[in-house]
């Protein structure tokens, strides 16, 4: 007959089982703390490190990604209304009246300061022209106030290119261009200049600078394809459409 071998006692296990049970029971309670925590606190902090990415894309002119952080962030937070005034600062760029009004209303009524409420909106109307007297000495103050500088200097080309005074443009950018000669914002909107004199070939080649300087600046990238498109050179818009998909496949 094969000998069997010797079997472990039966002494301790039930000592053992128990502290099982207790540990256990301590991992669900530190799991429902920490859930706790992370339902109080922690959707915030998320929050805010989503506006922080948005805000990040929208500077490098990636917009689509922006506003789909925006969308994360309104989830986490839904009351936040600094997610709502980078939103109306997307649609702004993105020449989305409707959109940016909405916005503008859903930040006052989530409790934003009207200050800037007021800068938000002081942007938009420069940018469609309205541009009242003195509102040039506003430029300094706001980008000390903390308004990203390329932006508050985009809506003034914009809105100088608007109300016909093209020359006035061309001074705010040769004085931006000093600044900043490598930004890509300033490239893109120097292309816009161009291209609103009629010189399609300068703008061509400004907007392809500033693709060069920033491969994921959306606006720059949607004129030049548009650009392309319009002078009958399909491939090579149909390759900027591609490249476009690419930078930003969510569009």
Not at 76 to 91: G, V
Not at 191 to 199: E, F, I, P, S
Not at 202 to 225: D, M, Y
Request: glycine residues 6%; hydrophobic residues 50%; charged residues 25%.
């Amino acid at each position: 007959m094969q000998e069997r071998k010797p079997t472990r006692p039966n002494v301790g296990r039930g000592v053992w089982a128990r502290r099982r049970r207790v540990l256990g029971l301590a991992s669900l309670v530190a799991a429902a703390l920490l859930a706790s925590v992370l339902g109080w606190f922690g959707r915030d902090v998320l929050a805010w490190r989503a506006r922080h990415i948005a805000v990040r894309e929208l500077h490098r002119g990636a917009i689509t990604s922006a506003q789909q952080w925006l969308a994360w962030a309104a989830r986490l937070d839904p009351a936040s209304a600094e997610t709502c005034l980078i939103q109306a600062a997307c649609f702004r760029q993105l020449k989305q009246v409707r959109f940016f009004l909405e916005a503008l209303e859903a930040a006052a009524q989530h409790g934003a300061p009207a200050a800037r409420i007021d800068e938000e909106r002081a942007l938009g109307l420069i940018q469609a022209g309205r541009i009242e007297a003195g509102a040039e000495r506003q430029l300094a103050q706001w980008i000390e106030a903390g308004l990203w500088p390329h932006d508050v200097a985009a809506a003034f080309v914009w809105g100088l290119l608007v109300r016909g005074q093209p020359e006035e443009a061309r001074k705010v950018l040769d004085a931006w261009a000093s600044d900043f000669p490598d930004e890509a914002h300033v490239a893109y909107m120097r292309g816009v200049y161009r291209q609103w004199l009629g010189d399609e070939v300068a703008a061509e080649q400004e907007f392809r600078r500033a693709l060069a300087r920033q491969p994921r600046h959306e606006l720059a990238r949607a004129v030049l394809s548009e650009l392309l498109e319009g002078q009958d050179r399909l491939v090579e818009a149909h390759a900027q459409y591609a490249e476009w998909v690419r930078e930003s496949p969510e569009n």
